[in-house]
């Protein structure tokens, strides 16, 4: 039986191929619907480009809900200066024909977990709606057998502030609700996703495959890769969401340490940053398997069988 999934994202080049790698996995997951926040571009434009990677993927039968445009407690920031206005630069933009749900997502997530059971998880964005729907209504953590979130660093330090991680600094007080929710939570942040690393010759892999969802795909890592190297110096641009989708498909890719994370939502200085108690100095209670290695090589090779898929 495919696991019951919730992808909650704000695309986003790294988060629309989350979305394809889900979608092309129907073995494994069963996406009862995406759900869309305000993150790296304003909530018009992320629910538009969920709904366009459903049209390219073939799958306008998907349900795509718009959930808050602001974060729980602070003001929206965005990160148009990595994903360009469109928030998917790379790929040309088209109205889709994917309807936009009418019910607002923290309704949907609500909804969905009152009636069905052992439910995962995946937010890729800021934490928002996820947070607001467990503060509205916290017996339906009982429906949720998993999370699994793309957000925080330990080793790496910040990618927004020198501290903090884009996703959790942009939400922090979201990110705490959901990490000390007290269900199950894997965390994919940038000490692994700093590896998985798009170099041209795994973007020309995907490129190859020749298929629309292949196209968009090298289309939006190429656009990513001009970015992303200058800023780090390195032989391609990290693909973070992703990570989230592959951990359940083949979590052997990765390792992960159950351990205490608690978040910064204080400190003008280092807000959203992530305070990963990787050795156990403390006995704060172990809320979090955090990931910290990953096989790259063997991601690309998942990512490159499954976008292989549309082609069939
Ligand atoms: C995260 O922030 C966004 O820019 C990406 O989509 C990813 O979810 C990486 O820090
Ligand atoms: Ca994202």
């Known amino acids: 039986m495919p696991r019951k999934v919730i992808i909650d994202c704000d695309p986003g080049q790294d988060d629309a191929v989350a979305l394809f790698l889900a979608m092309a996995s129907p073995g494994e997951l069963d996406i009862l619907g995406v759900t869309t926040v305000a993150g790296n571009v304003p909530l018009a434009l992320t629910q538009r480009n969920a ?10 039968d998907m349900r795509v809900f718009a959930g808050c445009e602001r974060p729980l407690r602070r003001d929206p920031i965005t990160a148009e200066y990595i994903h360009g206005a469109t928030g998917i630069d ?16 923290v309704d949907f997530i609500v909804d969905t977990l009152r009636n069905e059971v052992s439910v995962t998880l995946i937010p ?10 467990i503060e509205r209504e916290p017996s339906i953590l009982e429906s949720v057998e998993q999370i699994v979130s793309m957000g925080g660093a330990m080793r790496e330090g910040g990618n927004r502030s020198p501290s903090a991680e884009f996703n959790i600094l942009a939400d922090p007080h979201a990110a705490e609700i959901v990490y000390d ?15 998985v690393l798009s170099t041209r010759e795994r973007v020309a892999r995907i490129r190859e495959l020749g298929n629309d969802v292949a196209m968009a795909t090298a289309g939006m890592l190429s656009f990513f890769h001009r970015y992303d190297t200058k800023k780090y110096g390195s032989e391609g641009a990290p693909l973070h969401d992703p990570c989230t989708v592959a951990w359940l498909l083949e979590p052997g890719l990765f390792e992960t340490r159950r351990c205490n994370v608690s978040v910064e939502t204080e400190s003008e200085l280092t807000i959203g940053h992530t305070a990963v108690d990787f050795w156990h100095v403390t006995d704060r209670p172990h809320n979090v398997d955090w990931a910290y290695t990953v096989d790259a090589d063997g991601f690309y090779d998942l990512l490159v069988e499954r976008v292989a898929r549309f082609g069939d």
């Open 51 to 60: 709904r366009m990677m459903c049209d390219i993927a073939g799958r306008r």
């Open 90 to 105: 790379g790929v040309d933009v088209f109205e889709p024909e994917t309807p936009l749900q009418e019910q607002h997502a």
């Open 124 to 133: 890729t964005g800021p934490m928002t709606n996820f947070a607001a729907a």
């Open 181 to 195: 929710c007290g269900r199950p939570v894997t965390a994919m942040g940038l000490d692994v996703t700093h590896r």
